[in-house]
């Protein structure tokens, strides 16, 4: 699975998913991605075939439907993180993250048009 982390995420946690083996890039390492509106960051995750990981939950859940609505087909997959669980200003919580995401991918990979929940870390 391939994933991309909104701009909420620091570069670090994509960087430590690569070391785990994950194909992940973050907006913070994408200039051209940066300050995207919701709508045009989904589209990009589509058509280079990633599963959005993003805090960003009310917005991306109307994205999502929207797409639903006016694709009439599946997107690659929609991971949200409770900001709660993984508050960014603690210190640890970029390995946490990583683990957690590490952990969703290998037991519970989200399938094609599927919305997961990172609710908890490890």
């Not at 990633?50 to 939950?57: A, F, G, M, P, Q």
């Not at 999502?64 to 997107?75: D, K």
Request: with cysteine; proline share 4%.
């Amino acid at each position: 699975m391939r994933l991309l982390l909104d701009d909420m995420f620091s570069a670090a946690v994509a960087e430590g998913l690569r070391r785990r083996g994950v194909d992940a890039i973050a907006v913070q390492e994408q200039p051209e991605l940066r300050g995207l509106p919701d709508e045009q960051l989904f589209v990009f995750a589509q058509l280079d075939d990633r599963c959005l990981v993003t805090e960003n939950i009310a917005d991306f859940i109307a994205v999502e439907s929207q797409w639903r609505a006016e694709q009439g087909r599946a997107h690659c997959g929609l991971i949200l993180v409770a900001p709660r669980a993984f508050p960014r200003h603690r210190r640890g919580v970029v390995g946490r993250l990583v683990a957690a995401l590490n952990a969703q991918i290998e037991t519970n990979q989200p399938e094609a048009g599927t919305i997961a929940w990172l609710e908890r870390g490890t």
